[in-house]
């Protein structure tokens, strides 16, 4: 078990520029989440796969946003014509097929100048 | 919108119990309690999860009370490395999605 890994751990980009984050899950884990997280907020739910499947997608997600799990292993987030309100900590989570445990990596954090 | 109510923040001094209460008086009856902390710069780590009996486990308690509208989480011996943000999360086991939905938190200071 080597974890959720997300590359990269941190980001800067220029307002108007397309950016994408790559999450690993925990090999075998059916589901998979994105969450975003500002200062002080708790993680803010975005979108969930099941296997390769997109589920579900927050209803305050822009179409900016795009997110893909293709043969439900890696997921791809990207960002189109990025926006200072952007910025923030973006998270992945993986779990077993209704398992209560979400497994988390440590983020990217996304500053838009 | 979240449904738990939890104070912004406490302190613990090391070595001691550390206590932090949740208010969930709108929670369904096939709704668990979860538990995840998050420590600065790292994503969120489970705890704990209960239904209606307490519950234990290398980590931590669950105490919830038995009309459920609240429950307490326990740390046993906090230490330096228990000063974390800690969610309390109400949400249906193994429901189709089976995502979170996390409030701002309760941020414990463990104090040396």
């Known amino acids: ?11 800067i980009t220029k307002r108007g520029q397309n950016v994408t984050f790559r999450c690993d899950p925990i090999s075998e884990h059916n589901r998979l989440y994105w969450y975003r997280q500002t200062l002080g907020q708790g993680p803010e739910f975005l979108t969930y796969f099941q296997n390769e499947a997109q589920l579900e ?24 014509r990025t926006e200072q309100g952007d910025s923030a900590m973006y998270l992945c989570a993986s779990s077993v097929n209704r398992d209560e445990k979400l497994f988390f990596g440590s983020g990217t954090q996304l500053s838009v100048l | 919108d979240a ?3 939890q104070p912004p923040s406490m302190d613990c001094a090391e070595g001691r119990a550390a206590n932090l209460p949740c208010n969930h008086s709108t929670i369904s009856g096939n709704e668990y309690v979860y538990w995840y902390r998050q420590i600065h710069s790292q994503g969120p780590q489970y705890i704990i999860h209960g239904l209606k009996n307490n519950e234990t486990n290398e980590m931590a308690s669950l105490i919830i009370t038995e009309d459920r509208k609240s429950s307490t989480l326990i740390l046993p011996h906090a230490t330096l490395r228990d000063t974390a943000v800690y969610y309390c999360i109400v949400s249906p086991y193994g429901g189709a999605t089976n995502k979170l939905i996390f409030g701002t938190g309760t941020l414990l200071a463990v104090q040396p």
């Open chain 1, 57 to 80: 997608k927050s209803r305050l997600l822009s179409d900016r946003f795009s997110a893909e799990r293709p043969k439900g292993s890696f997921s791809t987030l990207e960002i189109q």
């Open chain 2, 3 to 5: 449904k738990t109510t």
């Open chain 1, 1 to 11: 078990d080597t974890g959720v890994s997300q590359d990269p751990r941190h980001k």
